[in-house]
């Protein structure tokens, strides 16, 4: 991402932010790396992605997509459900789940 979940440095990356928490993905599980700091990083995620924007999800090392991607997902609740399976939403009380990490470039 752009900046920090703390921090956004653009519109995107604090949508993604946004929907995350939306989504109540959980902050232990959650892994942000700001392009903005290393200009490697910046460059080589678009090459291994194969995806020409930032901010980018990883869950569980797999590429899920954009900003785009992420906003069309959460409004056609394709998100909730694939977040669900993949165990990084919050546990609630009571629940004790394994940790898996979301991460967003």
């Known amino acids: 991402m752009k900046g920090t979940p703390e921090t956004p440095q653009c519109g995107f990356s604090r949508a993604t ?3 995350l928490g939306l ?3 959980d902050p232990t599980k959650f892994t942000a790396f700001n392009v903005l700091e290393d ?5 080589g995620i678009k090459e291994y992605s194969d995806w ?4 980018q999800l990883y869950v569980n090392k797999d590429f899920v997509g ?3 991607i992420l906003m069309s997902m959460h ?3 394709e ?3 694939f977040l669900g399976e993949q165990e990084v939403l919050a546990v609630e009380d009571g629940k004790d789940g394994e940790s898996k990490e979301t991460s967003s470039t």
Do not use: E, Y
Request: aromatic share 0%.
């Open 75 to 77: 409004q056609n609740g």
């Open 52 to 55: 020409p924007t930032i901010p």
């Open 17 to 19: 932010i946004q929907i």
């Open 66 to 68: 954009g900003c785009d």
């Open 23 to 25: 989504q109540g993905v």
């Open 79 to 81: 998100l909730a459900k």
């Open 39 to 43: 200009v490697d990083l910046r460059s």
